[in-house]
């Protein structure tokens, strides 16, 4: 017996050897630790391609030896792209000025690659836990130096960890929000929930109680994101952690500290003013997408008097403030219905149950940004994927004892 989780023969030879670990801490840099700019410059062309050739062999890595393929699900794949295809040809003749693009293939079909993924390998729980405890050392020295204004950190993470667009990272610090090596805090708010996630399946397995210290520590660490992604995910964190306590006195404690934090937060006017702000600025958040005005209003504007885009690069349209108007815009409500089932079968495929505790918080936050084809998701899904199967395997041999 070790960590709660009791190693029996069964156990010992379902766990992958040492290339399953390998390819497990591979998984974890390229989510959490690989760089994604050169002195605060976004990469360029021939790096991107490099990016995403090593997510493509990833990914076909990942389905030759830890997982097995869904033809059913392969064939639709195979079908939406070839029906994509199809549409980016007609789209020329209706925008000639149009260009096809790789950032727009690519990224669709690590997705389309990833969705066909169902992962039978199990990685070491111990790793999965070491892991966990290393990420969470990460995460708080290097938030905690963020909050704290020290230059250092701020240098460093606008070098190494600038995303999305020219100066998105730096203008996190303006604010300081602990953004980590996630750079915007939209991203951010979403990665710290997947790990979430994880300590609290970990939490129900071990019923060690510095799991819910990292429960508690995400959270905290959320809240000070200051967004609307991240007030959405504070409350649901904030849902989990109430009862995840077993005694009802540990759960009035847990109320006093809602409420204390409740009272911090207002009373302190510069949080409150940059919550006001991310709720109700019509230059960014919700209404700065959706309203009239809004960055997404040139996406239906085109729409009216032309086709969709397929692979195609338009000028003057919006890439990166919805996943579902993207999408749309890319092939229609077939296109849209194609990834989302996608997603829900890759879900479904992964997280068997417990399905919905992914599924749903990323349908979510695809209002805010086209996560599920940014490259890091991939990864991130892989990462989650590998880490719960290896938890729910474990969870139920204690079951069975």
């Known amino acids: 017996m070790g960590f709660g989780v009791n190693n029996n023969k069964i156990g010992n030879k379902a766990e992958g050897g040492p290339i399953s670990s390998l390819y497990y801490l591979f998984i974890f840099f390229m989510f959490v630790l690989v760089p994604t700019s050169t002195n605060g410059k976004l990469p360029q062309l021939s790096e991107t391609i490099v990016n995403w050739a090593i997510l493509s062999i990833t990914i076909l890595f990942c389905m030759k030896f ?6 059913n699900q392969l064939m639709i794949v195979v079908l939406v792209m070839a029906f994509m295809m199809v549409i980016t040809v007609i789209s020329d003749s209706y925008t000639p000025s149009g260009r096809f693009s790789l950032a727009r293939l690519a990224p669709i079909l690590c997705f389309f690659a990833m969705s066909v993924v169902s992962i039978q390998k199990i990685i070491s729980i111990k790793l999965v836990k070491f892991m966990i405890h290393f990420f969470m050392g990460i995460f708080v020295v290097w938030n905690y130096l963020i909050i704290s204004g020290d230059s250092s950190i701020q240098i460093f993470t606008i070098s190494n960890y600038s995303q999305l667009y020219q100066d998105a990272t730096s203008n996190m610090f303006i604010k300081n929000r602990p953004v980590m090596s996630f750079g915007i805090y939209t991203f951010a708010s979403y990665f710290y929930f997947i790990f979430f996630l994880i300590c609290r399946s970990l939490l129900k397995l071990t019923h060690n109680r510095i799991y819910l210290l990292y429960l508690i ?44 934090a409740a009272f911090y937060v207002l009373s302190d006017l510069t949080l409150v003013e940059y919550y006001l702000e991310s709720f109700y600025s019509k230059g960014n958040g919700f209404r700065g997408r959706y309203l009239e005005t809004g960055t997404l209003n040139s996406n239906w504007n085109y729409l009216q008097d032309n086709f969709y885009i397929g692979f195609n690069i338009i000028d003057n349209l919006t890439y990166s403030d919805s996943g579902y108007v993207l999408y749309y815009t890319m092939g229609g409500p077939i296109f849209l219905i194609a990834m989302y089932y996608c997603f829900y079968k890759f879900s479904k495929n992964n997280f068997s149950t417990d399905y919905l505790l992914f599924l749903i918080p990323t349908l979510v936050f695809e209002f805010s940004l086209p996560v599920m084809i940014y490259y890091k998701f991939i990864y991130a899904s892989l990462f989650f994927a590998l880490s719960f199967k290896s938890i729910k395997f474990h969870s139920n041999l204690n079951n069975q004892i």
């Open 66 to 71: 830890f997982s097995k393929t869904n033809r």
């Open 217 to 260: 520590l995400i959270l905290v660490g959320n809240i000070l994101l200051v967004s609307n992604t991240a007030f959405i995910f504070s409350l649901i964190m904030a849902y989990y952690i109430f009862f995840s306590f077993d005694s009802k006195r540990s759960k009035a404690v847990f109320l006093l500290f809602i409420i204390s």
